[in-house]
């Protein structure tokens, strides 16, 4: 059984930065990836990175923002997020799936999610 636990999350001024952390236990798969719902919308995804190559993947509307990345301790994956925006105020997942995917359905386990606020 895999279990995901966000952390990080809270409220932050617009143009600020938060660190999100994504712990795994269990056997996690190939990939670990970031989406987040905002009020009265779809999920969507944010961000993706391989445990084993590290290769990441962005969302158009995150690139050059924020970045995915594998912490030094085991099952841990982080996303820093950099000049957040309004339109960054949504719950955060993280998941884990077979393979590299934007896509919801290609990811087996998810977090609880962790709220991210951000103010002008």
């Known amino acids: 059984q895999v279990q995901l636990v966000e952390s990080g999350g809270g409220s932050v001024q617009a143009g600020g930065s938060l660190r999100l952390s994504c712990a795994a236990s269990?056997?996690?798969?190939?990939?670990m990836a970031w989406f987040r719902q905002a009020p009265g919308k779809e999920r969507e995804f944010v961000a993706a990175?391989?445990?084993?190559?590290?290769?990441?993947f962005y969302a158009d509307s995150v690139k050059g923002r924020f970045t995915i990345s594998k912490g030094n301790a085991k099952n841990t994956v982080y996303l820093q997020m950099n000049t957040i925006s309004l339109e960054d105020t949504a719950v955060y997942y993280c998941?884990?799936?077979?393979?590299?995917?934007?896509?919801?359905?290609?990811?087996?386990?998810w977090g609880q999610g962790t709220q991210v606020t951000v103010s002008s």
């Open positions: 998941a884990t799936g077979p393979r590299l995917s934007t896509v919801e359905d290609d990811y087996d386990y």
């Open positions: 269990g056997r996690t798969s190939y990939a």
């Open positions: 990175i391989t445990w084993s190559g590290g290769s990441t």
